[in-house]
T-cell receptor
Framework: GENVEQHPSTLSVQEGDSAVIKCTYS??????FPWYKQELGKRPQLIID?????GEKKDQRIAVTLNKTAKHFSLHITETQPEDSAVYFC?????????????FGKGTKLSVIP | EPEVTQTPSHQVTQMGQEVILRCVPI?????FYWYRQILGQKVEFLVS????????KSEIFDDQFSVERPDGSNFTLKIRSTKLEDSAMYFC??????????FGAGTRLSVL
């Protein structure tokens, strides 16, 4: 089955700096890579996703890059703000028709220091 | 925006008791899932459900677990005889064909 590794497990940055979280996956058949933000006691919230036919996707201060050859993908948050503090999970799955399941990484606790 | 809804938000039970966690997926979604998250750990897959049957299940989903879609809207997870280690946050998720996963707010299960 799929295995997703995520690093680092904790990350502290000064407000305004950038944060980068990296993930690797094992199953070359995976082609859908979402990122979730989870605040304490809340549901995982999808913040951005990328499919394997795209190398990079950006949404305001958030971007995701995918290197399918190397089987890794990264989340980049620029101009971090205190409200970005949360646990971030990467995940991988198949997509399209079919009952694909998401495999999550272990999460990165991001702390943005004002 | 439509949401996956889960009830109850918190369930407290005694070890050995049966619990049923309820979910209402988004109405036009086809695939339904249960995940769990032990405090401080990652989200783990339990089971997927499509076309009124289980399509995949993890090692965690043993004979103590079952799922059901009793009517056109509800999707339930039953744990027959709860153990202390079943204490976790249980998330229901659904998705349509070809699109991403939508998670419910979760049910916190506390087994005493």
């Amino acid at each position: 089955g799929e295995n997703v590794e995520q690093h680092p497990s904790t990350l502290s940055v000064q407000e305004g700096d950038s944060a980068v979280i990296k993930c690797t996956y094992s199953d070359s058949a995976s082609n859908y890579f979402p990122w979730y933000k989870q605040e304490l006691g809340k549901r995982p919230q999808l913040i951005i996703d990328i499919r394997s036919n795209v190398g990079e996707k950006k949404d305001q201060r958030i971007a995701v890059t995918l290197n399918k050859t190397a089987k890794h993908f990264s989340l980049h948050i620029t101009e971090t703000q205190p409200e970005d503090s949360a646990v971030y999970f990467c995940a991988a799955s198949g997509s399209g028709a079919g009952s694909y399941q998401l495999t999550f990484g272990k999460g990165t606790k991001l702390s943005v220091i004002p | 925006e439509p949401e996956v809804t889960q009830t109850p938000s918190h369930q407290v039970t005694q070890m050995g008791q049966e619990v049923i966690l309820r979910c209402v997926p988004i109405s036009n979604h086809l695939y339904f899932y249960w995940y769990r998250q032990i405090l401080g750990q990652k989200v783990e897959f339990l089971v997927s459900f499509y076309n009124n049957e289980i399509s995949e299940k993890s090692e965690i989903f043993d004979d103590q677990f079952s799922v059901e879609r009793p009517d056109g809207s509800n999707f339930t997870l039953k744990i027959r005889s709860t153990k202390l280690e079943d204490s976790a946050m249980y998330f229901c998720a659904s998705r349509p064909d070809g699109a991403g996963f939508y998670f419910g707010a979760g049910t916190r299960l506390s087994v005493l």
